[in-house]
């Protein structure tokens, strides 16, 4: 990338983090995800998609209120924030909502008898629920309530509850408060083995899979003697390796990677991480990814000989059962590596086994390798390369929206300007995506058609036209965005709009209107643009 290009850019933000940020949002789409289910029914996909829909309103809701709540002045006002919303839409809120409100007014009010009357409430109304979510939403304030207040009766009785609803129904996998409740009702009871007889007794009734493998794990974090342990742990591992569930199978690498950790022989440890890695593959889940990682890092300390690693990897590629696992393996591979030339050619690999696959997490793991591969070459002819074949991929992809993949490639199309040197090919760029995004009533093409109109501002020599679209942006396009693009820069926006203004009181009633737009949007956006306004003028005024 040539100096005068990451220059213009670098206000934007860092090639590393850029990369790394759209890689997130685009892996997400393109790689396919694991709700589908194993029989891919597009009655099932259409019901997720809807309940998808439904949380990403409901997550944007929870930011929302989040942000006003950490604003307010005084824990009173905290609450206040949660309880108004609550009266405004009673009645029309999901349970998964309420529930979330109900804990967060909890945590924030400093009034223990009001938190111990909303666990009650939270009791009472959700542990009837069928759904597991909102289930568990009463189990968490049960034994929050537990920690709350000193009468042991009660105490137990909320224990027992918990015990009780989760034994009844093993099915719903509450491992988390039944561990809870039972340690709690162990230290209330005095009856230290408790736990253990609980889940001795879960494993003999062998009620479901999910709740044995859960005992067999939770019984390994009460056991003290190493040798038992070990036993106890290739117990959980054989009786569990071959099962369907997703969640039994990520139980079962967590007590790979554990026995490692008990593992005293050097070889006998290596051999262990390596088989957490090929496990790791296979599973592939994101609850996995960090445990494979973790090994990989174990056996370049510890090997002492990374490329005789290197060739177990590639051994275990050739065994692998299907290309997805084979990437996996090459992914982790990757982590082995701290020089950028052999960190691409792993990804090189990848990118060839995925780039014509037809299977939507393949093709996916290509992108990805080829997002990763960008931060580490420096040839701008490849750089752009790399560009067009990604933005090909996206716009052949079925996974998003339509106004998403438009989005996605816009910004494709605009982290390649840096590479481009030719003023007319970046102006041409410019104007493809404002064409793309300008008409949209699309939130999704919003944010590349803001960071367009500001390159394309600060590239063209036309006064007005400059002053065009930095209005556009300044009073239509960032007062509708709900944040701004990441290391987007109002601060530079503001200022090479008040350079096109000769007189100071002119640049006055610039600022003036910038406040007024901004003042009744309550956004971090706006309160950005607001602030920097403010603080502009009070610069004029001191002048």
Not at 136 to 155: H, P, R, T, Y
């Amino acid at each position: 990338m040539n100096e005068t290009a990451e220059k213009v850019w670098v206000k934007f933000m860092s090639k590393r983090v850029r990369f790394m940020l759209y890689a997130l949002v685009l892996l997400a789409a393109l790689a396919g995800t694991a709700w589908a289910g194993d029989n891919g029914e597009a009655a099932s996909v259409s019901r997720q998609v809807d309940e998808d829909a439904a949380m990403k309103k409901e997550f944007v809701t929870q930011e929302t209120l989040r942000r006003k709540a950490r604003k307010a002045d005084s824990p009173a006002e905290k609450v206040r924030v949660y309880d108004d919303y609550l009266k405004q839409h009673d009645g029309q809120l999901s349970d998964s909502l309420t529930a979330w409100l109900m804990n967060e007014k909890a945590e924030v009010t400093e009034d223990p008898a009001e938190k111990i009357a909303l666990y009650d409430a939270m009791l009472a109304r959700f542990l009837p629920s069928a759904d597991d979510s909102i289930f568990s939403w009463a189990l968490g304030a049960a034994m929050d309530k537990v920690e709350l207040i000193d009468d042991k009766n009660e105490q137990l009785r909320l224990c027992n509850i918990v015990i009780d609803s989760c034994l009844k129904t093993p099915q719903r996998t509450q491992h988390y408060h039944l561990a809870n409740a039972l340690e709690k009702k162990a230290e209330l009871t005095n009856d230290p083995v408790l736990p253990l007889r609980t889940y001795d007794k879960i494993i003999a009734d062998n009620l479901t899979e999910e709740s044995v493998a859960m005992a067999r794990n939770r019984r390994l974090r009460l056991i003290k003697n190493d040798q038992e342990w070990l036993a106890g742990c290739d117990e959980l591992i054989a009786a569990h390796q071959a099962s369907d569930s997703k969640r039994v199978q990520n139980l079962v690498v967590g007590a790979m990677y554990q026995k490692a950790d008990h593992l005293t022989d050097r070889d006998a440890k290596l051999a262990q991480w390596l088989a957490v890695v090929k496990k790791c593959a296979q599973v592939d889940t994101p609850q996995v990814i960090l445990l494979a990682r973790k090994s990989v890092a174990a056996l370049a300390e510890h090997s002492g000989d990374i490329a005789a690693v290197a060739r177990q990897f590639d051994e275990a590629v050739a065994q692998a059962k299907n290309d997805l696992e084979a990437i996996r393996l090459l992914e982790s591979k990757v982590w082995l590596f701290k020089t950028p030339a052999e960190k691409v050619r792993v990804y090189d690999e990848i990118i060839a086994r995925g780039r014509n696959s037809k299977d939507q997490q393949v093709s996916g793991a290509a992108t990805g390798a080829m997002f990763e591969k960008l931060q580490f070459i420096d040839d701008p002819a490849e750089e752009i390369k790399l560009f067009d074949e990604l933005i090909e991929m996206v716009a052949k992809s079925s996974e998003g929206s339509e106004s998403e993949r438009r989005a996605w490639i816009s910004s494709l199309m605009l982290f390649k300007t840096p590479t481009i040197d030719d003023k007319a090919a970046k102006m041409s760029i410019y104007d493809e995506v404002l064409s793309r995004g300008r008409s949209s009533n699309n939130k999704e093409d919003w944010e590349p058609t803001a960071m367009a109109m500001f390159e394309k501002a600060k590239l063209i020599d036309d006064r007005e036209e400059k002053i065009r679209l930095y209005d556009a942006l300044l009073f239509e396009m960032i007062p509708v965005l709900d944040s701004l693009p990441f290391g987007f820069p109002v601060d530079d926006i503001l200022q090479e709009r008040a350079k096109l203004v000769d007189e100071v009181p002119e640049k006055s009633v610039l600022y003036d209107r910038v406040i007024e737009r901004y003042q009744n949007i309550d956004t971090d956006s706006a309160k950005k643009v607001m602030d920097e306004a403010i603080a502009a003028k009070s610069k004029l005024e001191a002048q």
